[in-house]
């Protein structure tokens, strides 16, 4: 036990809680939650600041002193209710299992965004080396569910915060994901949001968006097989042409009419010369 540990060692019923000063204990850096309400965190903090933290956090032992676990809610709200010390039990865990656990814990909670939860379960997947199966099974939940999670995060980090701001849900950004590139993802989503499409009315706007785009395609694709077809044949029946004069060329020539025909390419097209010799 080091000096530090002694000093705010306490026993509280059957459970060995440290007092630490909240100033010496490190945020977890594998914390998925990026956005806290401040409402919500201002309520905790006054119900804080009246009964104290209830719950302890969840720390660990580094080589600086502590670093969190579960528990940044009440870590945050404690020192803004100025807070001398927080109740804290001491986890033994590594770098990996202090990630992982950081990560369940904010995804057992409710208030999760969608792409927030998405962004803690790729943390998971990487930080613990899991696959979607196995992460599934820690959480609880089928792999499919992962899998559509981490769909989310293939829209860009503006659109997400377009989705969000436009108060657009879960469903609604699975329906984008059907858009195949981010221009058009950009253009439908300033839609969907300005004329307040709900989800229903969203999904059926994306299918008859990729419906008209495909028929456009199909089109141009049709026209593209034309040009190349009449190409072909044009071709084709150039090369029958001066074959024939070819041989209608030969054919003088066999009888002992001295004739020559020589071809040459102009900007204007290909000029054909043919010179009969006079006899004799």
Known sequence: ??????????????????????MS???????PRRIFDSESLNSLTDSIRRVGVICPL??????????????????????????????CILRDADTADSAELAIIENLQREDLSMFEEAEAIRSLLVTCGLTQESAAARLSCSQSYVANKLRLLKLSEDQRRRIMEGGLTERHARALLRLSSDTERDEIISIIVKRGMNVAAAEEYIENYICARERKCLREKADRLDRDLKRRLLTRDMRLFYNSIDRAVDSVRSCGIGIESKRRVTEEGTVIEILVKNSG
């Open 25 to 31: 204990i490190i945020p977890n850096p594998s914390q």
């Open 1 to 22: 036990m080091n000096k530090a540990e002694f000093l705010f060692k306490r026993e509280v019923g059957t459970s060995n809680v440290l007092h630490i000063p909240p």
């Open 58 to 87: 969840i720390v660990r032992r580094t080589d600086d002193g502590y670093e969190l676990i579960a528990g940044e809610r009440r870590l945050r709200a404690a020192m803004a209710a100025g807070l001398e010390t927080v109740p």
